[in-house]
Structure formats: C-alpha cells, structure tokens
C-alpha cells in the first residue's frame, strides 16, 4: 500500500484536521522522538511535569507542551542527542477522590469494600484511562518519547521512592513526630503548609470573660477578657496568653483563671508573640487546634486537649458538646456563655482562613502523629538538603529563569520548615516501615516477610507519601535510579525544567534537594537534576480572573487546538507573555494565529505554482550581484532573523523569538518581498524563485518548533522543489545559522527607505479618498535614494496601483493638483484629481508647526550640557539624527508651502 506524502498536493485552504494527526503519526512512525544514545555528544535532556491521572489537560499543560516542544525540536534540529521524558503522577488525593465518588455512585465507601479491593479498583480506573494524557500531548503536537513514558507507580519508581525514604530514615532526616499539621475533614488527610490556600473570609471576633481565681480555686467578680473567632475551641484551652511586656497584665502573670462553662482552671502565661493590639491583649491558648497556640504551649508547657475529631465533630473533650458538629458547638456555646454572663460583645471581623487548595474545606489545625523530613539537619559534614539546594543556586551551578525568582527561592528555602510527608490516604506510595508486636520497627525497601530481629509478624505503616515526594525523584528515578542504567549516565543530569512559578516550592525545591542526595555521588557538577529551570507564569481569563470550575471559565486546551488548530494555540499562547509573567487568554490571539498559518498555507501555494516541476537551487554568494535590490535586502533580513533567533532561544525568550520570525515572515516576506519581486517573475525573470524557496525552506525550519504541523505539511511539498541535499523530515531537518554570507546595510536601508516611500503614497491616497481603482501618477524627488527607488519602480508600480516618476532634487513637480508626504530627502506628489488649495495650505502650515517645534524641542535638549553628559552615546545619536531627518522634512514643507 503506498501513503501519500504529506504536502505533495496542498489543499486551497489548510484544514489543520486533515494534516495534523497525520504528520504526527508520520514523525512517531519514523521514531525520531527517541535519541541515539551518544556518548560523545551532549544530549539535550527535560522532563515533563507530570500531569494528574486523574483526567484532562488544562491550558497550563498545553502552555507547559508548547514551551517543552519548542525547545525539544530546537536542541533537535540542530543535532543534539535529545530526550523529551514523559510521564503521569499518580496524584494521591485527587485520585482517591474521583474513586470514592464512583464507589458513592454505587451505594459505597472504601471503608465498606476494604483497603486492598480499594486499591486493585483503581488501578482498574488508571489502566482504563491513563492512556488518554498521552494522546492528549499528541494532538498539542508534544514530541515526547513515549517509549519512556513514566507512571509515579512505575515499579522502578516504587523502588526509588523507597530506597530514598529508607536513606534518609537511616540518617536521621526522616522521623515520626507529634506535631500540629493541617488536617482536611473532606479528603481526610494531612496537608503540608504549601497546599493550603488563605482566603480571606467575614467573620466575628467574640470577647469572653475569664473569671480569676481567687484562694480555694473559687471564682473573684474579676476577669480577663479575651478575643477569640473559634468559641467551639475553648473547650480545649489550657491557658491565657499576654505578652510580658503588656502593662494591663503585668501583675496577673502566673495566676489562675476558671475556663467559662467547662470550670477548669487555666494559668495566664507571657509570650513575646501576642500582640497587645489584638483584641484586649489576652488570648486563649488552645495548643490541640491552633499551630500558634501549640508554640506558646510548648514553650510555656500547657498540656494539649484535642476536642475534635478528624471529621471536625466534636469528641468527648468537649464535654456536653461532645457529638456537635463544630457550627453546631459554636451555638450553643455562645448560648451558654451569654446565659451565663461570660459573653461581653461580638464584633465584625474578617480574617484570613486556612482552606485545603484542592477541595476549599476549612482546615483544622490539629496535633497528629505524622512522618517528617528534616531539610535543615546535616547528613554529612556540612551538608543539608535545604542547604545544598540554596547553594547550588547562589553558585551558580542552577540557573533561574527569569532570574528574579532566584530571590523569592533563595527567601523560601532559607526559611523553611521540616515537611510533613505523610498522608492518611490509600492510594499511593505506602510508607515503607513495619512493626511487629514486640514493638521492633523495620524499614527497608523490599517487603520483609518477618521481623529480621525477633522473626514475628509484622504490620506496615499505613500511611501513604505525599504525592510530591515520589514527584520530587522525576529527573533522576525516571531515568532508573537507583540503578546503574544507560539512560541515567548519559541523560543526568537533564538540561532544563519548566514549570508554573505557583509550583516553585511543591516541585521544583523537592527535586533540587533530592537530586543533590541521590545523586551527590556523581559530584557537585553533576548530582543537580537540572542545569536550568524555567518558570511560566498562568493563562487567565479574559478579565484577568484564575481559571476555576467553580467560576466557570475553563477553557479546555483539546478544544482551542480542535478549533483553531493546534498550531495556532501553541503560537497565542507562547507569544501571550513573557517567560514568568501572567497572561489573559483570548481567542482573538488564536484566531490571529490561525490567520498567519493561513497565509502561510496560501504563500507557500503561490511559490510552488510559481517553481512549477522545477527543482531550483539556492541563491549563492558569490552571485550577489546579479541578484536585484530586493532579493539582497530579503537574504540580508534573513541572516539578520537567523541571528536574532539564536540569541533569543538561547537566551529562553521563546515568544519574543515567535514574534519576530512571524513579523519577518508575514510583513517583510509576504507583504513586501513577494508583492515586490510578481512583475519580475510576470516578465519571466527567474532569479526570485531561487531567493523564494531559499527564504521559504529556512522560514519554515525557524518557525517548525512553534508551529510543527503547518510547517512539516508545506516543507514536504517544498523540499522536493529545491536542488539541495534535504532532509525526509522537518523535525531532523538542520536549524539555520547566519553566515554572515548575505548581510548588506545598504540593501537594507535602501528598501526601507522603499517601503516608507510606498507607505507614505499610500497613506495620500486613502488620507485623499482615491479610488481604489485608480492608478495615479506620482512623482518623487529624490537625492541620495534616487537609484534605489529608480530600480524598484516597477515594483512601486505594481504594489501601490501608481504611474511613478523618479526626479533628482532639482527636478520640479509638474502643475497640478497634488499630495504631498515626505520620506526622509525623498518629497512624494501624488496627482489628485482635485485639490482644496486652501485646505492643502492649511494642512502643510499645521504639519510645518508641527515639525518646526519637534525640531525646536531637539535642539533645545541636544544644547543642554548636562543632559549630554548624562545621557548614553547612543541616545544623544539618535536624537541628532531624528534633529537631521525633522529639519529636512521643515524644509521641504517650507518648499512646497512656497509653491502653493
């Protein structure tokens, strides 16, 4: 069966349906997103942030494809060995989640059918639809090596998961501790401090009455009052806080006061960190459900009452609200103390709440048993995980882009705490430490079947790792640590990572710290897991709102690319901002996007029709000069473009490099170039057929990374027409790099001054309502361009519909009714039909003024000695040569101002 090659016959119009599922399958095919390992070169290696399992893509992922992909096929083209790794997280919570609402759907819970059906149920689900992130990546035209593919459940990332926990163990940097954590009634977990969100919620600040105790525990008619937003909590308080050096409060210190309703007596206690603004300067201490108050109650040894359970009802604790739920306790609370005159008054109060970032549930903080990463303990001499990773950083040896998250890593890192790494789910990493019932504890990687110290049965933690414990080993485990593989010693450490700069601390610090564990054996120099990482910022909506379910702005990346085609998604949303900052999405950008490809699809047709069955060679340099005006300043562009692109990926500037080859391709290329050189190919010169497919082929190879699929479909038809030695594909095609070969400043200067001269005659026309179909004389009087504008007078001819007459300096204009516009010493006089003299002369004495007191401003600036001792070079240049070009143009309106 033969398969017809893409792009052999170009439609009239691109339909981006038929072609991109096609090239995709045609580049997978041909197995060019899988590098030849080569130890003596230097491969390019990124790993890809691993989306959930949970379901679809979102514009964050298809922004994260689009930047991955452009560099991927960039460090490609050019040669280098390149590995783009893929992967899927298992995502902990938000899969439990999406189970446990089938399970609900069926009239069940995962308490009901048990731990190991749970678990066997969800690997049913994840086999059934893990499958659709990967197709997803395909159809964004993602070229990632999906023979490597990586699931965080993988075996061998089980296995790194758990050789990583038992080190760390071992050196004392894992432990488990009583410590407040932030607990989520909904998922029924503990939470690390980055995934709780603070949102800022109307609220009521109730002020209660402390009595005092007096001799024999009996109450005094004197009170402390204290402030509080969680009354329900006072149950379980174990003292009243001021600070020491509050005056109010200074003698009360040490003494006892009765807890309103409960009637246990509570000491008062001096901490420096109550604030005496606060409220009255007192607060209640509740160390079992405020992390604030666990600190003060450590360091003033309060005893810890916990008076909620972990689905936030009260227990037994709270005495006769035990059985409440917490805004039911509240009530009846307030009711009793106000019955019994301890409630002095409620006032208004917003405050910032503690909500889990995946569900919005009020979080409670409570004390628990949970497993800990210590990153600030040292595990060698000197080393720490935090403190590795802050200097791998401050020397250098990671870079940060744009730099000016370096700072706000640098504060995190330098400040952070030790990790709660545990969560009492059923779907993941299972903690890998055993007891047996003569209380041994065993932690190894592999399942030991008896207690190794007294041989009796033994019981597995039943905890889970937080999801971005296993996440944080990507560079290194999918790679296969920790064994010894190929892929490991060549691809390690990877070259880049990208991410949003919202995950800067769950992701990007937890790999820095664990691949400069892991892999500290391969030296300072090659233990990071990245050489660079990058940080996108977030697609918001039109009004600048964050996408959400809730407010119903999502916008489903698969169906952006469905509508507009996956090319131009990529191109909107790469030239949307700069790396780092914020974006607003809008179709408009897409439409646009689309409309460039379009003219893409329709110039690439126009070429080809005119190459017809011949195979044409490049323009050379050495037969510079039998190439006209335009073709020179087109190759001089172009080498100028290549130079330009280099700079920018290198330098990450991935849209500002996307917008500059679209401006070249759809301004200088399409617009000007290929309107200039159609009289010359009319006439049956073929000197711009070689320039044409030479300017084409390399457009196409520039602009591949950003827009793959419209590229490759009008390469195949291209690199058939064109008598080189041509890659089969665009993907493995060669990057281009300026020679040098073709830049000429004069060619350059010259058609610009041509485009200006043809905008300017324009602009006459449409400011004097030619008509459209008229073809009007124009005459220029030119002096230092006149060769140049004589040359390319046909094409003036044909792209501006005039009848042009070129004049030196000392011709004149003929009589007439005339427009007139200047460009540079070039004066412009556009026949008109019929001219308001006096409207005319009202126009050239306001655009006189105009340029009379620009140029009088110039020159009083330029005469300011201090302004040029201040200001650089290049400034002070450029304003004299604006000061040249104003008084030229004054004087020729003085001029045609005479003649009138």
Known sequence: MTTQTPGSNLSTAYEPASVEGRIYQMWEDAGHFQP????????????MPPPNVTGELHLGHGLEDTITDALVRWHRMQGDPTLWLPGEDHAGIATQNVIERELA??????????????????WMWVRKYRSRIADQHRKLGASADWSRNTFTLDPGIVKAVRTTFVNLYRQGLIYRGLRMINWCPRCETALSDLEVDYVEMPSKLYFIRYPIVGEGGMALPASITVATTRPET?????????????????????????????????????????????????????????PNDWEIGQRNDLPVIVAMDLKGNMNDEAGPYAGMPADEA??????????????????????????????????????????????NKEYERGHSLAGDAIRAVTEGRIGIVPQRFEKVYLNWMENIRDWCISRQLWWGHQVPVWYCENKHVVCQVDDPARCPECGGALRQDEDVLDTWFS?????????????????????????DMQMGYDIMFFWCARMIMFGLYNMRHMGEERSMPFRNVLFHGLIRDAKGEKMTKSRGNVVDPLVAASTFGADAFRFAVLTGATLGADQKYSDDRLASARNFANKLWNTARFVLMKVGDREVKRPHPLDRESFALEDRWILSRLEQLESDVDSLMKAYQLGECARQIEDFLRSEFCDWYIEMVKPRLNDGDERPLKVLVHVLDHGMRMLHPFMPFVTEELWQALRVRIDDDMATQLIVAWFPRSGGNWKDAGAEAAIEHVIEV??????????????????????????????ALRETAAATNFTSRVELDVLDLSGAVPDGEWGFGRVADTEVAVALPQVDTAAERARLEKELAESSAHAQRLEAQLANETFRSKAPAHVIQGMETTLAETREKTAGLRERLASL
């Open 758 to 787: 043809n905008r300017t005659i324009r602009n006459i026309r449409a400011e004097k309502k030619l008509d459209a179909g008229a073809r009007p004389k124009v005459v220029l009087r030119a002096d230092g361009y006149g060769p």
């Open 330 to 375: 509240r009530e009846a609370i307030l009711r009793d103390l106000a019955d019994g005159g301890f409630l002095d008054r409620i006032e208004d109060y917003t405050h910032s709440v503690g909500v889990c970032s995946r569900c919005k549930t009020v979080l409670q903080p409570l004390p628990s048993e949970q497993w800990w990463l210590d990153v």
């Open 471 to 495: 996440s944080g080993l990507a560079p290194h485990a999918d790679l296969g640590w920790p064994e010894d593989t190929e892929d490991l010693r060549y691809f390690y450490p990877t070259a």
């Open 234 to 290: 006072m149950v379980g308080d174990t003292g009243v806080a001021v600070n020491p050096n509050d005056d109010r409060y200074e003698e009360r210190i040490g003494r006892g006061l009765l807890l309103p309703i409960i009637g246990r007596e509570i000491p008062i206690v001096a901490d420096e960190t109550v604030k005496p603004e606060f409220g009255t300067g007192a607060v209640k201490v509740t160390p079992g459900h405020d």
């Open 105 to 122: 759907k069926e009239g069940l819970s995962r308490h009901e059918i048990g731990r190991e059906a749970f678990v066997d149920r969800t």
């Open 36 to 47: 030849k390992i080569d130890f003596g070169r230097e491969p390019y290696t990124i790993v």
